[in-house]
């Protein structure tokens, strides 16, 4: 029994790059193709070094070169080469290859893989750290179909050998996964940062498929990177899917809602109609170029410390069917979204929120842990000439309807107010629905975990609809039951 000391606590020993790599390398079935472009062949590197690699490297190339490239993998329509596309491209070719070039009749044990990542590292300048895309088609049994799982990452490190390295340790990581951990994505998917720093890379969208993952809801895995902290936020399509954020944001105006939207109701709804009609009247500002974003913070989606997924996909289908895209985000600060946004667009941003949202914007205790407190964090919500569109908020006692012409902040904050409010900043939703004032996505719940009838009509058609066929926030019923 090995020794233990008085005082030790249980740890998970995680295996040596050089230890992944050679139990690889030793299993006689295990066989395939590395492909590698943009950052030199830094994972099949890692193979080579640890021994034994004949049996299992087939092939390891690098087309670094855009014509060669386009010679091996086809020209891309956008003539792009760090793209998602392209990866999958690779990874058909490669796979084809190795399945026309090796025997089945005289390997029919043989589990095939085809490794590959396309990637730009920082450039010389430092101003653009790089990002790649990368991925891995294999089998876990000759006779079944191939198995993928693919990644964007996001470089963090400020040198591009750092990046290269980081890179080469990630691909041993997702090898070695893919093989010894397929049957618990979530595990997989923390031990991609083995030996690897989560400031080092982020990978900001996930996508498993293949007859292992069937059962696999990529919308979940996602949730997983940002409850893990790989990265700030994910999001989704209107059809379900993942999505890369770069892809939705690049270049557009964008129009943001925060909210719980548990369930969607027609104050949110609402909400969103009249602050686009607002948002569209902005100079610069076009239909076409806009990007609404439904974005639900972590915060949002604990219950009892713990994240709710089923309740995380009750909302996130309800959001996508009525078309809308959602982010899940990790910022609990509003000027933290704008900082996001930033990453990929330059154009015009609002962001459309209730009185009570404004009013904790005005509130200093969240901004204790900047240096420059609430108007370092003002200066950077307000600094992309953002607007802030406002649906009023009525009082159930007095029936009062608040809007940011009445409303109250900190008698410290009160000045500060008055200057975004006089400068513009901060937008009146006037033409609202006054008949839906008093709907709270709250007290809807309650009344679907109670089993109450009348909630029907403060959802939108299709909400109801859907929640209804779906059985959607059923949970909620067992919670409540637990309860009493």
Same mark, same amino acid.
């Given at each position: 029994?090995?020794?233990?000391?008085?005082?030790?606590?249980?740890?998970?020993?995680?295996?040596?790059?050089?230890?992944?790599?050679?139990?690889?390398?030793?299993?006689?079935?295990?066989?395939?193709?590395?492909?590698?472009?943009?950052?030199?062949?830094?994972?099949?590197?890692?193979?080579?070094?640890?021994?034994?690699?004949?049996?299992?490297?087939?092939?390891?190339?690098?087309?670094?070169?855009?014509?060669?490239?386009?010679?091996?993998?086809?020209?891309?329509?956008?003539?792009?080469?760090?793209?998602?596309?392209?990866?999958?491209?690779?990874?058909?070719?490669?796979?084809?290859?190795?399945?026309?070039?090796?025997?089945?009749?005289?390997?029919?044990?043989?589990?095939?893989?085809?490794?590959?990542?396309?990637?730009?590292?920082?450039?010389?300048?430092?101003?653009?750290?790089?990002?790649?895309?990368?991925?891995?088609?294999?089998?876990?049994?000759?006779?079944?179909?191939?198995?993928?799982?693919?990644?964007?990452?996001?470089?963090?490190?400020?040198?591009?050998?750092?990046?290269?390295?980081?890179?080469?340790?990630?691909? %041993?990581?997702?090898?070695?996964?893919?093989?010894?951990?397929?049957?618990?994505?979530?595990?997989?998917?923390?031990?991609?940062?083995?030996?690897?720093?989560?400031?080092?890379?982020?990978?900001?969208?996930?996508?498993?498929?293949?007859?292992?993952?069937?059962?696999?809801?990529?919308?979940?895995?996602?949730?997983?990177?940002?409850?893990?902290?790989?990265?700030?936020? %994910?999001?989704?399509?209107?059809?379900?899917?993942? %999505?890369?954020?770069?892809?939705?944001?690049?270049?557009?105006?964008?129009?943001?809602?925060?909210?719980?939207?548990?369930?969607?109701?027609?104050?949110?709804?609402?909400?969103?109609?009249?602050?686009?009609?607002?948002?569209?009247?902005?100079?610069?500002?076009?239909?076409?170029?806009?990007?609404?974003?439904?974005?639900?913070?972590?915060?949002?989606?604990?219950?009892?410390?713990?994240?709710?997924?089923?309740?995380?996909?009750?909302?996130?289908?309800?959001?996508?069917?009525?078309?809308?895209?959602?982010?899940?985000?990790?910022?609990?600060?509003?000027?933290?979204?704008?900082?996001?946004?930033?990453?990929?667009?330059?154009?015009?941003?609002?962001?459309?929120?209730?009185?009570?949202?404004?009013?904790?914007?005005?509130?200093?205790?969240?901004?204790?842990?900047?240096?420059?407190?609430?108007?370092?964090?003002?200066?950077?919500?307000?600094?992309?000439?953002?607007?802030?569109?406002?649906?009023?908020?009525?009082?159930?006692?007095?029936?009062?309807?608040?809007?940011?012409?009445?409303?109250? %902040?900190?008698?410290?904050?009160?000045?500060?107010?008055?200057?975004?409010?006089?400068?513009?900043?901060?937008?009146?939703?006037?033409?609202?629905?006054?008949?839906?004032?008093?709907?709270?996505?709250?007290?809807?719940?309650?009344?679907?975990?109670?089993?109450?009838?009348?909630?029907?009509?403060?959802?939108?058609?299709?909400?109801?609809?859907?929640?209804?066929?779906?059985?959607?926030?059923?949970?909620?019923?067992?919670?409540?039951?637990?309860?009493?």
């Amino acid at each position: 029994m090995p020794i233990t000391i008085m005082g030790d606590r249980e740890f998970e020993n995680v295996p040596s790059i050089k230890s992944k790599a050679l139990r690889i390398n030793l299993n006689e079935n295990i066989y395939g193709t590395f492909s590698e472009i943009g950052a030199g062949q830094e994972t099949v590197r890692n193979f080579f070094r640890a021994g034994g690699a004949s049996g299992t490297i087939a092939k390891a190339m690098s087309a670094y070169d855009k014509d060669f490239s386009d010679a091996i993998y086809g020209i891309e329509d956008d003539r792009r080469y760090v793209t998602e596309e392209r990866l999958k491209k690779m990874l058909t070719h490669e796979t084809n290859l190795i399945e026309q070039r090796i025997s089945r009749e005289k390997h029919p044990n043989k589990l095939f893989f085809t490794y590959a990542n396309t990637v730009a590292t920082i450039d010389f300048a430092k101003k653009y750290k790089g990002h790649g895309w990368v991925g891995i088609r294999y089998q876990v049994h000759p006779e079944e179909e191939y198995n993928e799982i693919i990644l964007h990452v996001r470089f963090h490190e400020n040198d591009a050998r750092l990046q290269q390295n980081t890179l080469g340790i990630l691909g %041993v990581n997702l090898i070695y996964g893919a093989y010894y951990k397929y049957d618990n994505p979530k595990k997989l998917l923390r031990y991609l940062y083995d030996h690897i720093d989560k400031d080092q890379i982020e990978i900001d969208t996930i996508n498993f498929s293949g007859p292992r993952f069937e059962k696999v809801d990529n919308r979940l895995m996602s949730l997983q990177l940002v409850k893990n902290g790989m990265t700030e936020a %994910v999001m989704f399509a209107p059809d379900g899917n993942n %999505v890369l954020p770069a892809k939705i944001l690049y270049k557009k105006n964008i129009l943001a809602l925060r909210g719980s939207f548990r369930p969607v109701t027609k104050v949110n709804m609402d909400m969103y109609k009249r602050s686009m009609e607002l948002f569209l009247k902005e100079n610069r500002v076009d239909e076409e170029n806009t990007e609404v974003i439904f974005e639900i913070t972590l915060s949002n989606l604990r219950a009892e410390g713990e994240i709710d997924e089923r309740d995380f996909m009750d909302r996130a289908e309800l959001l996508c069917s009525l078309g809308q895209t959602v982010m899940i985000s990790n910022f609990q600060e509003y000027y933290r979204v704008v900082e996001y946004f930033s990453r990929y667009t330059k154009e015009r941003m609002g962001l459309a929120m209730g009185v009570n949202n404004l009013v904790d914007i005005f509130d200093e205790k969240y901004y204790r842990h900047l240096s420059g407190g609430i108007l370092e964090a003002f200066g950077k919500l307000f600094f992309k000439d953002l607007k802030v569109y406002l649906y009023p908020l009525k009082d159930k006692d007095t029936n009062e309807i608040t809007t940011s012409e009445n409303l109250k %902040v900190h008698p410290r904050m009160k000045e500060l107010y008055k200057f975004f409010k006089y400068n513009g900043k901060v937008v009146d939703i006037k033409n609202y629905d006054p008949e839906i004032l008093d709907i709270y996505s709250r007290e809807v719940l309650q009344m679907i975990a109670e089993g109450k009838g009348g909630w029907e009509s403060m959802l939108p058609e299709k909400t109801t609809a859907m929640i209804k066929e779906h059985n959607l926030f059923s949970h909620q019923k067992q919670k409540e039951a637990q309860k009493a």
